[in-house]
Every structure is written in structure tokens, then in C-alpha cells.
Antibody, heavy 115, light 107 residues
């Protein structure tokens, strides 16, 4: 059974940083394209960014609102995906989901950016 | 960036009725890279359909997907009570984007 478990969410002040982790199990993580998707309260789904598997170059791509502030990385030896978020803004407040592309989702972790 | 527009925004139907949800892309999407998700309140989205028409594991056959190019459809042949939810399309052929969602509500 595929399992994705996000962690690292919480309350952070504007301008602050946070790192989210996503522990994966039940599938060959190193073979998967992985993404982060967020959902602001009462809103729809917003793609944040994704990372390809290493055999496809391991490259990343980001949505315009987060480009230059967020960084996605992966550690295939630990079956873990990361999202480093810097220079956080109030509009980054959302539940952040880790997902395979396409396919399975974690339960999400809430990030609240507020003073 | 490929923009996905879903219509209608809200669909009011009764159990047993047929639901037809539309997803229109701003440019052509490869049929291999179009997916549909269902999301219920306070839950993570669940994959229903991938590659336009392939049902994900465990998805009932009342859910079907079709389309090509810029126009894609999700059909629910007979609505069950548990199908009332929000549905999103996603393309993953040119980066990734989501549609704005269609809420299927009980009439």
C-alpha cells in the first residue's frame, strides 16, 4: 500500500522559513516523479512544484508564485521528499500535500504564515 | 503554462442521475497526461482517472473519462450518495496544472 506522510508544518512569521518532509513507502520511490500541491483554506488545488526521478534528470519545476523562494529536493536513499520554503508570505498559508505524479496523496500538513 | 478551465462550477443533481463534468485546456494536452481527482471535505484528493480514461485501482466503473486535445470529460453514470464531492482535472504533460474544480452537490 502506498503511503505518503508529510511533516514539518506549523506556524511561522512572514519572512520566515520552514522545511516540509514527506516520507514515502509502499512503492519504488526512486522511480517516481513527485510533487507538492497546496490548498489554501476554502480554495482549490494549486501545484507548487515537482521533481523528476533521477533517470529523467532529477530536475525541478516550480509555480510562478513560489519560484526563487521554494526548493524541492529528494533523498532516494531515505525515500523522502522535501520542500524548503523561504521568505514565506501570508498567501503561502495552506495545507501542503506530497503526491506522486499522478496518483497518491499524503494527508497533508498545515502551514500558517502569520505574525 | 497550460490553463485548465472546468465547467460548470457547481452541478446540482439527484442520486441516480448522470453527471458530466468538463475540463478545457488552453492548449493541447497529450491524452496520456490528463487525470481526474475527487476531494471530499477535510480529506486529501483521491485519484479517479489517469491518462484520460484509465480508472485508478479500486475506482468503480460508474466513473469514466474521455476526450482529447483540449476537451476532456469525466462522466459519473449514476450518482451514488458518496459521489457528492469536488472534482479536479490535472494535466501533467507540460509541467503540472489543475483546473478550478467542479462541485457536485445534492439537488
Amino acid at each position: 500500500e502506498v503511503q505518503l506522510e508529510e511533516s514539518g508544518g506549523g506556524l511561522v512569521k512572514p519572512g520566515g522559513s520552514l522545511r516540509l518532509s514527506c516520507a514515502a513507502s509502499g512503492f519504488l520511490f526512486s522511480n517516481a516523479w513527485m510533487s507538492w500541491v497546496r490548498q489554501a483554506p476554502g480554495k482549490g488545488l494549486e501545484w507548487v512544484g515537482h521533481i523528476k526521478r533521477k533517470t529523467d534528470g532529477g530536475t525541478t519545476d516550480y509555480a510562478a508564485p513560489v519560484k526563487g523562494r521554494f526548493t524541492i529536493s529528494r533523498d532516494d536513499s531515505k525515500d523522502t521528499l522535501y520542500l524548503q520554503m523561504n521568505s514565506l508570505k501570508s498567501e503561502d498559508t495552506a495545507v501542503y500535500y506530497c503526491t506522486t505524479v499522478p496518483g497518491d496523496w499524503g494527508q497533508g500538513t498545515l502551514v500558517t504564515v502569520s505574525s | 503554462e497550460i490553463v485548465l478551465t472546468q465547467s460548470p462550477g457547481t452541478l446540482s443533481l439527484s442520486p441516480g442521475e448522470r453527471a458530466t463534468l468538463s475540463c478545457r485546456a488552453s492548449q493541447s494536452v497529450s491524452s496520456s497526461y490528463l487525470a481526474w481527482y475527487q476531494q471530499k471535505p477535510a480529506q486529501a484528493p483521491r485519484l479517479l482517472i489517469y491518462a484520460t480514461s484509465s480508472r485508478a485501482t479500486g475506482i468503480p466503473d460508474r466513473f469514466s473519462g474521455s476526450g482529447s486535445g483540449t476537451d476532456f470529460i469525466l462522466t459519473i453514470s449514476r450518482l451514488e450518495p458518496e459521489d457528492f464531492a469536488v472534482y479536479y482535472c490535472q494535466q501533467y504533460g507540460s509541467s503540472l496544472t489543475f483546473g478550478g474544480g467542479t462541485k457536485v452537490e445534492i439537488k
